[in-house]
Each structure stands twice: as C-alpha cells, then as structure tokens.
C-alpha cells in the first residue's frame, strides 16, 4: 500500500528512464537472437524465439488496452491503434514520464498517487512479459546450450536483460533494499558498456 507521504522524486523518474533502456535492450536482444538463429540456419530456435516474443506481445498489449479501457471507464480509440501496432507500452512508458515530470514539479498528493498507480499497472504487465516471454525464452536458451553445445555471446547477453528484468519487476514486491537493486543496475550498465 501506498504511504500518504511517498513521494515520486527524480530518482525514481531516472529509475524510470533505466526501466524504459532496459525494456527496449529487451526487445532488441530478442529480435538479435532470432536474427542469429535464423541466420545460422536453425529456423526452429528462430520460430520458437520469435513465436514467445509475438505470443507475449499480444497478451501484454491486450491487458494494456483492456486496463487503460477500466481506468478511464470508456473507449479510448486513440489508443486502439499504438496496441494494435504492439507499441502499447511505450504508450504506457510516454505517460508515466509525463506523469512523473508534473508530480515532481508539484506537491499535489493525488498527482503521487496516480503515478506509483500508472507504475503499477507497467509493473504488472512488465511481469506478465517475464513469465510469458523472458522465462521461457530463457530455458530455449539454456536447453540450446546445454544439449547442443552451442554458445554464443549472443544467447548469452539475450539472458541478462531478462535476469535484470526480474530483480527490477519483484523490487516492490519483495521489498528489497533499493542499494541491492542499485548496486544490480551499475553491474548490469557496467557490464554493457565493458562489451562495448
């Protein structure tokens, strides 16, 4: 439940933003590995990759349009088209920021609310793509490296969002100290930019 005094600071916008890079190193990561699988010639990895991520998508985007319906108590056809185009996230994404930016500008408590409320629901869905999508993906991955013997740094930084993913989503959940969550992102950032 959400404290009266919680407050959205800059913080948590940044911590936003992390959300946002991290979401789409997901997607590209993905559409990396089933381009590796598909160039490699193993058109079955491809379709199973890429049959997860378009399954997921579709589950997610359909929540997303059907919350957004329940929240506003109408239909929303502005909206129809970014889910149908599977951009209903970055839809959610684009409004949680410009959300955020106006509770960190005023000391209006409801406007708090409605952000840790709209950050929930991109929680929500964020965790309906980790077990629809990322975990699975992830045994693909390591069925492949353990039965076929075929590593490669691709599959491997495929995973790694996925992990960071979790530890991110289960944060308010579990209520882990926000140092070890921290202390996760710098690795997860470092670790990036040391393979770049």
């Known amino acids: 439940m959400l404290e009266s005094s919680a407050k959205f600071t800059k913080i ?3 911590l936003l933003v992390a959300g946002i890079i ?4 997901d997607i590209g990561s993905d559409i990396w ?3 590796h699988f598909y160039k490699d010639g193993h058109y079955t990895w491809f379709a199973l990759t890429l049959s997860l991520v378009l399954f997921s998508s579709v589950v ?3 929540f997303s349009y059907t919350w957004f319906r329940d929240d506003f108590g109408t239909t929303r056809t502005h909206l129809i088209f970014p889910h149908l185009m599977q951009l209903g996230m970055f839809t959610r994404y684009f409004q949680l920021l410009k959300k ?3 509770a960190i500008k005023s000391n209006y408590s409801p406007d708090h609310r409605e952000v840790f409320a709209m950050g929930t629901d991109l929680s929500m869905l964020r965790l309906f793509e980790s077990f629809l999508e990322s975990a699975p993906q992830l045994l693909l991955q390591l069925y492949i490296i353990l039965n076929y013997k075929q590593t490669s740094i691709t599959q491997c930084e495929s995973t790694q969002p996925s992990v960071a993913a979790y ?3 289960l944060n308010p959940i579990i209520n882990t100290p926000s ?5 996760i992102r710098i ?3 470092g670790h990036h930019m040391f393979l770049l």
């Open 60 to 62: 997610i985007q359909t």
């Open 100 to 102: 955020g930016v106006k």
């Open 187 to 189: 690795f997860y950032f």
């Open 12 to 14: 948590r916008f940044l």
């Open 22 to 25: 991290l979401y789409i190193v």
């Open 179 to 183: 140092l070890i969550i921290g202390v």
């Open 33 to 35: 590995v089933a381009v």
């Open 167 to 169: 530890v991110c989503i």
